[in-house]
């Protein structure tokens, strides 16, 4: 098998235990959480004989052991259990939050990506007090406002005042998809504008660095142009950090996205996140929680393998070799 391969299957299958261990914390903090499902469910006024008949229903009669593999078991083919709020499947709940959410969260990476890279590799030619100063301003007060302040700001400014969307009312993605591709692009710019501040003040620092380097002065040296070299060299070497940064980003996506949801009304995992924990429906947040997790740890691993593809240099055994 090439070094290509082990990598890849190394990557995976850590991703797979680490999956399972962020399960079994999960399953094991809400299961030393106090208080009884089956007695909240009926209230206080239900009697013991009702409330052991709905934990016998629910399975919660049975040892912890088994109803953890059991649920485990279930995660792996699509059943994530059943609500005790709506006594439904929930993954018929969160299905469309979820794709929602994530939608919102692919949005907003693409315009992260497709402007703060070039911006990043053009501000490295302004130096100097007179032309980084507004730049270094604009860039701190982006970085400094809070995605749930951008949020009322791009309510006020392109919902109520150039009413290019209605905050707070989502038409749904079968309803109208071109509306509801508009709300979610306006969620994606209050999620990006401050990820992209970040992105562009990295990627400069890293253009730089690279610049001042010998092997830029050697091939400058040679008659090589420096945007050639930019492009054909330093953007490269600069790539690495880019996408471990990136990867970063997009696995905070989906979580800073919650209080986005919450301000312009989009109805994804965030709300009934909140929902949900309020009315201590265990199994829908127990389930929410593994799915933010794997989509944490799925995003390092994708950016592990896109920079392994860049530099096959980093694709180190774990007795410290290279493969």
């Known amino acids: 098998m090439s070094g290509a391969l082990q990598y890849t299957a190394k990557r995976i299958l850590l991703l797979v235990l680490t999956m399972i261990l962020v399960s079994f914390l999960t399953f094991l903090a809400f299961e030393l959480v106090s208080g009884d499902p089956a007695r909240t469910m009926l209230g206080t006024e239900a009697t ?5 008949a709905l934990r016998q229903e629910l399975g919660l009669d049975r040892p912890f ?15 994530l259990g059943v609500s005790y709020s709506y006594r439904q499947n929930v993954w018929d709940l969160i299905g469309s939050k979820l794709e929602l959410s994530l939608l919102l969260s692919f949005i907003s990476f693409l315009l992260i990506a497709v402007v703060s890279i070039p911006l990043g590799i053009y501000s490295y030619r ?22 749930f302040f ?46 992209i501040a970040m992105t562009v003040r990295m990627l400069r620092a890293t253009v730089i660095s690279e610049m001042n380097k010998a092997y830029v002065r050697t091939a400058i040296s040679r008659g090589n142009d420096r945007k050639s070299v930019l492009l054909r060299h330093v953007l490269k070497n600069s790539m690495v950090s880019v996408v471990t940064f990136l990867g970063q980003t997009l696995a ?8 986005v949801e919450q301000v312009l009304g989009i109805p994804g995992l965030g709300r009934f996140l909140v929902t949900s924990i309020s009315h201590r429906d265990y199994p829908v947040v127990q389930a929410i929680v593994v799915l933010l997790a794997f989509w944490v740890v799925l995003s390092g691993t994708i950016a592990d393998l896109v920079n392994q593809a860049i530099d096959p240099r980093l694709r180190i055994t774990a007795g410290g070799g290279l493969t």
């Open 48 to 52: 013991e004989a009702q409330v052991s």
């Open 65 to 79: 052991f088994t109803r953890y593999f059991s649920w485990l078991g279930g995660f792996f083919s699509g059943n």
């Open 126 to 147: 302004f130096t100097g007090w007179f032309a980084d100063w507004p730049r270094t301003t604009l860039n701190q007060l982006c970085m400094a406002v809070p995605p």
């Open 150 to 195: 951008m949020g009322i700001l791009v309510s006020w400014c392109f919902g109520i005042v150039l009413r290019l969307f209605t905050p707070g009312d989502f038409p749904g993605l079968r309803v109208n998809f071109a509306a509801s591709l508009r709300h979610l692009f306006f969620g994606a710019i209050c999620l990006s504008i401050p990820r």
């Open 252 to 259: 905070e996506l989906v979580g800073a996205g919650i209080v």
